[in-house]
Each structure stands twice: as C-alpha cells, then as structure tokens.
C-alpha cells in the first residue's frame, strides 16, 4: 500500500524506531495473528503478535508519552451469558481468545496512557477475508451456506468503527470499553438478512449448529457485547445492520456480479 511502512510488532527495537521517526499524536494498535483454528496447534506464534507484540507498543508509546488505543476482541468471553459489560471477567476458551485476553493485560500493565477497545466487525474487504466476504463470495458462486443460529454476536461495520475508534481517541478516557451494534444477532440471522436485503432465495441459507462442525479451536457462542458506557461517552451513533446494508446495496450486488 502507498504511504505506508511495514512494522514488525514482535521486535520492540523496530516499533521504538518506527515509533519516533514518525512522532505519531496517538498510536492504534490492529496488528492481531487471527486465525484461530491455525493458532489452536501455534500458540507461539499467537503470544508473539497477540500478547508480546502488544506489550512492545504498549511500552513505547509509554516511553514516548503517546496515546494507546489497542483493539482486542470479543472472544475474550466464554460465550456462556452474552451481552457482556466492561466490568465482566474474561475466561478465554481458546488460544486467540487467551493470547489476547494475555495482550489486553499487557496494555495495561505497560502503558498509562491507553485505552482497550473490544469490539467484533464486518465490512467489505479487498483481499475477501472475514465473515461477510465469506458470505459474498457463496452468493457470488451460488452456493448455499448453514448460519450458525447458537452464535451470536454484535458487529459493527467498519467505516462506524473507525468513527468511533477516531473520537475515542480524541477524548480522556482510560480503560476498557466495548464498542458494539446496539442489536446482538446470530450468524444464521446475520447472513438471512443479507440474503433478504439482495432479494435473493432464502434457501440459500439453513440454520444449523456451530457443534455440527469439527472446528479444531472451541468457539464461544454468544459474545454480545453490552455498549452503554461507548453510548454514554461518544457522540458517533451505532449504524445498524440493516442501514448498513440498505446504504451499501448497489455496492454489495457489484460484488456479488461481477
């Protein structure tokens, strides 16, 4: 990509020299190994970005006086209740949920200055990774899919995301907070109403469930996320998926076309 420099954020040499050629006003922190049946059989490789690697931007940005904001996720929950608030206790299930529960801690301890966002998000992307480019690419060939209708989660779009992470930044908070869609949604439903919104079949998607499948890492089933303080403290307001897919349509059925 143009304007852009590559950093390796497992080598903490590279991030403090990356870190203060540019004198960044603030520091975001995506970098994540995310793949998590893979990790299940490397939990090296996932403690050296999720955790070891959070821990290198969490201390020089410490030292650098820069702010924080490192994205973690929802997985971090067991999936046992759902809608889970900030003052919940994580018990990660599998080795990205602990790797990251394991980066989140790290922040903490290793920059003052920071804040933790745990979030879960779709948006269309250009290398056709992630959940919804999954399912764009079954309807772009025709193909059915089975919705999980046990999982259920509380997405954003990433363009809503990126608002709120941009004012998050700009304010003084510190701490954890989760940023979220108002509505938690199953996976089943999630795909129906993508399907819908196209005037596509229905029977396009069956509903079925998560332990009808042989997934090498265990998966947390319901890691809804409860948003208040996020709607207590920004002004970015939550686009719901069905706005979401309304404004995006023609952009979607161009996808799904060509």
């Known amino acids: 990509m143009p304007n852009c420099t590559k ?6 040499d590279n991030v403090e020299k990356i870190t203060k050629r540019f004198n960044p006003d603030f520091i975001i922190n995506f970098a994540s190994q995310n793949n998590v049946d ?32 490192h994205v973690s996720t929802d997985s971090v929950f067991d999936g046992i209740k759902g809608n ?11 080795v990205y949920a602990k790797s990251k529960h394991a980066g989140e801690l790290s922040v903490i301890k290793n920059c003052k200055n920071s804040i933790i966002t745990r979030t879960n998000f779709y948006g269309i992307n250009p290398d056709k990774k992630y959940f919804l480019n999954w399912i764009l690419e079954q309807l772009k060939n025709n193909l059915p899919m089975t919705g999980f209708t046990d999982v259920i989660f509380s997405p954003l779009n ?23 869609s108002n509505n938690s949604i199953s996976k089943y439903d999630f795909i129906s109403k993508i399907i819908l919104s196209l005037n596509l079949s229905p029977s396009l998607v069956t509903p079925g ?12 089933k319901n890691t809804s996320l409860c948003n ?9 307001k939550t686009i719901e998926l069905d706005n979401w897919l309304e404004e995006n349509k023609s952009n979607i059925m161009r996808i799904i076309q060509h």
Do not use: W
Not at 7 to 12: F, K
Not at 54 to 66: G, L, P, R, W, Y
């Open 7 to 12: 950093l390796d954020i497992s080598n903490i």
């Open 38 to 69: 893979f990790l299940e059989s490397n939990p090296e490789l996932a403690m050296t970005v999720n955790c070891h690697g959070a821990s290198n931007v969490a201390k020089i940005a410490n030292e650098t006086k820069t702010k924080l904001l």
């Open 84 to 94: 889970y608030s900030e003052t919940d206790q994580p018990n990660p299930i599998n």
């Open 158 to 180: 990433t363009i809503n995301l990126a608002q709120m992470l941009l004012e998050l930044i700009e304010t003084s908070f510190n701490g954890i907070i989760h940023l979220s």
């Open 209 to 220: 469930e998560i332990s009808s499948l042989n997934f090498k890492a265990k998966r947390p």
């Open 228 to 236: 208040k303080l996020a709607s207590d403290i920004l002004k970015t």
